[in-house]
């Protein structure tokens, strides 16, 4: 079973516009990353957030994470058509990734 | 370095037949997990092994599974007899010692198909 939901399960944005993909967990965590995977391909890091931060920045990457909630959100400002992939959330206590939200970004 | 190593890219099978996919792991790293990605179940683990041995198992669907790591460098997951249900793509992934699995890698995965 998904350890980890994420919403929405798919998204269609405009070049140029900002992605918000957020994430659900169910079991504790020790950090919580996120993988991006391009059609065809293997998972890919982008970032780490650990359970007593709230906010990380990477780049175009911010990450926040709630864990009264067990949530976290992924944020990719100013996208790019070379955004689009499907993006994963990953609990490292539980080794399970979440559904995945499909990111479509159009030029 | 060159990453983690899967072998067959593609695999396509009869119902019946046994499967064996390959990997091999980044240099250095000690520990080694398989997933299955379907569009209906998502990436599910299947096995983790940490310095060879295995850890957690509880994602092998059933018998008909199995996987080994005979030493830090392959790894092994085997499939007898396949059915048409285990189509997917299997993935493999290492991570380096001393960062509790903070990154994993992946390898490009086996496609397989059992017709």
């Known amino acids: 079973s998904q350890q980890g939901e994420e919403d929405p399960q798919a998204l269609s944005i405009q070049e140029g516009e900002n992605a918000t993909m957020n994430c659900s967990y169910k079991?504790?965590?020790?950090?919580l990353q996120w993988y991006r995977q391009n059609s065809g391909r293997g998972l890919v890091h982008l970032i780490l957030i650990r359970s007593n931060e709230r906010e990380k920045h990477s780049g175009r990457l911010r990450v926040t994470l709630d864990t009264s909630k067990k949530s976290s959100s992924l944020l990719i400002t100013a996208s790019r058509a070379a955004d689009t992939a499907s993006y994963f959330c990953?609990?490292?206590?539980?080794?399970?990734f979440g559904a995945g939200t499909r990111l479509t970004v159009k030029p | 370095d060159a990453g983690v190593i899967q072998s067959p890219r593609h695999e396509v099978t009869e119902m019946g037949q046994e499967v064996t996919l390959r990997c091999k792991p980044i240099?250095?790293?000690?520990?080694l997990f398989w997933y299955r990605q379907t569009m209906m179940r998502g990436l599910e683990l299947l096995i983790y092994?940490?310095?060879?041995?295995?850890?957690?198992d509880s994602g092998m669907p059933e018998d008909r599974f199995s996987a080994k790591m005979p030493n830090a460098s392959f790894s092994t997951l085997k499939i007898q007899p396949s059915e048409p249900r285990d189509s997917a793509v299997y993935f493999c992934?290492?991570?380096?010692?001393?960062?509790?699995?903070?990154?994993?890698?992946f390898g490009s995965g086996t496609q397989l198909s059992v017709l």
């Open positions: 990953y609990n490292n206590n539980d080794m399970r």
């Open positions: 079991t504790s965590i020790n950090n």
């Open positions: 240099s250095g790293h000690n520990s």
């Open positions: 992934a290492s991570s380096p010692p001393g960062q509790n699995n903070e990154k994993l890698f």
């Open positions: 092994f940490n310095n060879n041995v295995p850890i957690d």
